[in-house]
């Protein structure tokens, strides 16, 4: 019997009753266990829906952020994603648990040693890289799908470039303290951007993004 598995439903509950309605994003959040990608102190408020801190000053997103954005990435089984802030890796395990190619970048060498790690252990099939992600990852471009798990200035243009025709870019943008998740639709050389307000996250730091160290 895996640990935590009825704090995971009950996470799912919340999840799905906040409007998040795709059955693959809510089975791919039934399956990880978020609970083995924090620091074992917070093991109990794992499946909380709250974003909850992973060293290094950063965080691991809210559940129901992460399912957001998932749900708006559109992605089905066999699609390439490219994802910026690896973090923890839970958000990376959670696409890989839906049978997408997953390729992540972080800039912080500490905490993707550590997400290596525990993917590895977990066996979820993840190409990662250390280093500035708002400039992307051209050797494994075009991508269906790019989400960044930190709040940008703006959306870089690296990015809108190297997503695939038909695919879709996810990324908070807004000021320091607050950010709306910002939903980029490429369609030829046509893009097309939608919104929603209200979230917070840690910046996107680098050379598309806020500067900082
Ligand atoms: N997706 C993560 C997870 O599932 O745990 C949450 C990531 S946390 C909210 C944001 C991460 O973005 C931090 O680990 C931070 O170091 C990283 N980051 C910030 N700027 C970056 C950049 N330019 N390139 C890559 N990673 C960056």
């Known amino acids: 019997m895996r640990r935590?598995?009825?704090?995971?439903e009950e996470m799912v509950q919340v999840i799905r009753e906040r409007g998040v309605a795709d059955e693959r994003v809510l089975t791919a959040l039934r399956?990880?266990?978020?609970?083995?990608?924090?620091?074992?102190?917070?093991a109990?408020?794992?499946?909380?829906?709250?974003?909850?801190?992973?060293?290094?000053?950063?965080?691991?997103s809210q559940p129901y952020t992460v399912a957001f954005m998932t749900e708006a990435l559109r992605v089905k089984s066999g699609d390439k994603v490219l994802e910026i802030g690896t973090g923890s890796g839970y958000q990376a395990a959670v696409l890989?648990?839906?049978?997408?190619?997953?390729?992540?970048?972080?800039r912080n060498l500490e905490l993707l040693a550590g997400a290596r790690r525990i993917l590895e252990r977990l066996r979820y099939r993840v190409a990662s890289h250390g280093g500035d992600g708002t400039v992307g990852w051209t050797a494994h471009a075009p991508?269906?799908?790019?989400?960044?798990?930190?709040?940008?200035?703006?959306v870089p243009q690296p990015l809108m470039d190297q997503l695939a025709d038909g695919g879709r870019l996810v990324i908070?943008?807004?000021?320091?303290?607050?950010?709306?998740?910002?939903?980029?639709e490429r369609r030829g050389e046509e893009y097309i951007r939608t919104e929603a307000p209200g979230f917070k996250f840690v910046p996107l730091i680098g050379k598309m993004g806020w500067s900082g160290n």
């Open 44 to 60: 109990g408020r794992a499946y909380d829906d709250t974003s909850l801190p992973i060293g290094e000053g950063q965080t691991i």
């Open 31 to 42: 399956k990880v266990e978020r609970h083995l990608f924090l620091p074992e102190h917070f």
């Open 96 to 106: 890989a648990a839906m049978g997408v190619w997953v390729f992540t970048i972080e």
């Open 172 to 184: 908070p943008v807004g000021g320091r303290d607050v950010q709306s998740i910002v939903v980029v």
């Open 143 to 154: 991508y269906q799908g790019i989400i960044v798990t930190a709040a940008a200035p703006d």
């Open 4 to 8: 935590f598995a009825a704090e995971r």
